[in-house]
């Protein structure tokens, strides 16, 4: 039988084949678990960044989905994690096949453009993470959480005063809910203001952290915001009007964008399409609308301006506030 030799404190001893097979195991799976220790403290970090103690419901066996964009990432970084985490689902429950670039970074959330199934009737999708709110930075978000309800993680009202009181003494649990019902206002404005014809994105489904809607754009480029396009005077005229037309048909429904202006209205083959609605608020229960309202107008009025319309935004808000003031008695 083959032996190894190996020194010991000066003495010598002789292991035979099977002892050694065996003590070399026992090296190998130490050196295993010290980098798997060395790993996890590397990792934790990233793990905490991307929110995974913020996401419950995310059924975390996505090691067959490394979508394209998630790929290029270095298999370490959170945003790797935090993608597949966020759309994994979509992809099993085949409705998405593939995420193949990002199409805005921003504090509040990212946006990647999809591959959708056949199913969904539609060639792309856009998805649209919100980061955990630890990553969160909106500032003064109490003028826009004023008088809104308190969802739940089922997007149904909270009517207990624990739920409340968490988000007031901003504890873990209070933090994930405020952090929720910031998604699932967006997701529930959206569905009400797509099905009454405003030029919004189709909303598709919202599981988690992420809302999936129509991509406006093509497989090679998104949509340009308006700030990014030059229009000819006719054709700004027309988009102004229709985005007033908007903002009326909001208001009909009781609700102020509170952060309309060019950058968060896209343009795509002549048509305007409006998103981002996490700060809409809603104008009966809300003492800060008619400012919002107004200064949602004023930006839109000041882009125009330098396409050649000319609209006084203090007398257009006025004329819209009091037109739903009257509607509403």
Not at 93 to 105: A, E, L, P, S
Not at 176 to 189: A, G, R, S
Not at 195 to 214: C, E, S, Y
Request: proline share 4%.
């Amino acid at each position: 039988m083959q032996s190894v030799q190996e020194r010991d404190k000066g003495t010598m001893r002789i292991y035979n084949s099977d002892e050694y097979e065996y003590i070399e195991m026992l090296i190998n799976n130490q050196d295993r678990r010290y980098r798997r220790r060395q790993q996890q403290r590397y990792v934790r970090p990233q793990d905490q960044m991307a929110g995974r103690s913020q996401f419950t419901d995310f059924n975390d066996n996505v090691e067959d989905f490394v979508p394209s964009y998630a790929a290029s990432l270095d298999p370490l970084h959170y945003e790797r994690r935090w993608l597949i985490e966020s759309v994994g689902s979509f992809y099993r429950d085949n409705i998405i096949t593939d995420v193949t670039r990002i199409v805005k970074g921003g504090k509040e959330a990212n946006v990647y453009c999809c591959l959708a199934t056949p199913a969904t009737g539609v060639d792309l999708i856009a998805a649209k993470l919100y980061r955990p709110r630890t990553l969160r930075h909106l500032r003064n978000d109490a003028i826009y959480k004023e008088g809104r309800l308190l969802l739940n993680h089922d997007g149904k009202e909270a009517k207990g005063d624990r739920e409340a009181r968490a988000i007031r003494k901003k504890t873990r649990f209070g933090q994930n809910l405020d952090f929720t019902n910031w998604i699932m206002h967006e997701f529930q404005v959206h569905n009400e203001l797509f099905g009454a014809g405003a030029d919004v994105p189709n909303p598709i489904a919202r599981r988690g952290n992420t809302i999936l809607m129509d991509f406006i754009g093509d497989e090679w480029a998104p949509a340009p915001t308006l700030n990014e396009v030059a229009l000819e005077s006719d054709e700004a005229q027309s988009l102004f009007n229709r985005i007033m037309k908007n903002i009326r048909l909001m208001l009909s429904r009781h609700y102020v964008h509170g952060d309309l202006s060019p950058y968060n209205i896209l343009y795509w083959n002549g048509q305007i399409t409006i998103i981002d609605f996490p700060q809409l608020v809603d104008a009966r229960t809300n003492n800060n609308a008619m400012m919002l309202l107004e200064r949602d107008i004023r930006r839109v009025c000041e882009y125009f301006a330098r396409n050649g319309v000319e609209a006084d935004p203090v007398s257009l808000s006025t004329e819209l506030w009091q037109e739903y003031q009257s509607s509403e008695l």
